[in-house]
């Protein structure tokens, strides 16, 4: 099964000094048919305006991925981590029993991310953050695994990998989930073409024991997060 998600088919977030975009139900948004998709609890693809962010808060029990798209990231938490991210960072917290983080833009240029929000496989444990630059991993017209349970850049506490991909004009690539397996992918930036589906940047894809071949309109960048099904 292929389910081709288009961008305007999401829930949307708008103020002053953030703009997002929901493909599944946070915050404001609710859509009991729109809960999650397996062990992907949350997608956002947000823009941050220069002071924008998010103060002081709490999250448990999480598997938190923020990859950095354009701009920078300044990052606060409880274990006494202070970071700039930047383009090309994916960073990892695993919230565990409990752990305060504050995230805000101290730039003068926007700053685009995607968060991401995985239901971990085991609950209460000891908080951990983790930060790779992914250009350190990425080859152009390769998938690139940099996260899932083990051997990968980040470690996450879940059957859940995740990859990262740069495909240039007119190249094609194959992706394939196998049985009881399931992905999400997001066309971060570009346009491909997926199994006759045209997609433009920030559309999204459903893929469910089902392979596609990607065909690069333009030079296009994706995050595909593949996972047990249901």
Do not use: C
Not at 46 to 72: A, M, V, W
Not at 107 to 135: F, G
Not at 160 to 170: A, F, R, S, T
Not at 210 to 226: C, L, M, Q, V, W
């Amino acid at each position: 099964m292929i389910k081709h998600l288009d961008l305007n088919d999401f829930a949307t977030s708008n103020n002053e000094l953030i703009n997002s975009i929901y493909h599944f139900s946070i915050a404001d948004y609710y859509d009991p048919d729109n809960i999650n998709f397996g062990k992907l609890r949350v997608f956002n693809d947000e823009i941050i305006k220069p002071t924008g962010g998010f103060d002081l808060h709490l999250h448990r029990n999480l598997e938190i991925l923020s990859y950095i798209i354009e701009g920078e990231l300044t990052h606060k938490d409880s274990l006494n981590n202070f970071v700039v991210l930047k383009k090309g960072d994916l960073q990892h917290m695993s919230a565990g029993k409990g752990i305060y983080h504050s995230e805000f833009n101290k730039s003068n240029e926007d700053l685009r991310l995607l968060q991401i929000w995985i239901l971990p496989n085991k609950r209460n444990l000891d908080p951990v953050h983790n930060l790779i630059d992914t250009t350190d991993y990425l080859k152009d017209n390769q998938l690139t695994l940099v996260a899932s349970m083990k051997e990968t850049p980040i470690l996450i506490n879940q059957d859940v990998n995740v990859y990262i991909l740069n495909l240039e004009k007119d190249n094609k690539i194959d992706f394939e989930t196998s049985e009881e397996r399931q992905a999400y992918l997001v066309q971060i930036d570009g346009r491909s073409n997926i199994n006759g589906f045209d997609l433009k940047s920030k559309d999204a894809m459903q893929i469910v024991e089902d392979k596609i071949s990607i065909t690069a309109i333009t030079n296009s960048h994706f995050i595909i997060i593949e996972m047990k099904k249901g």
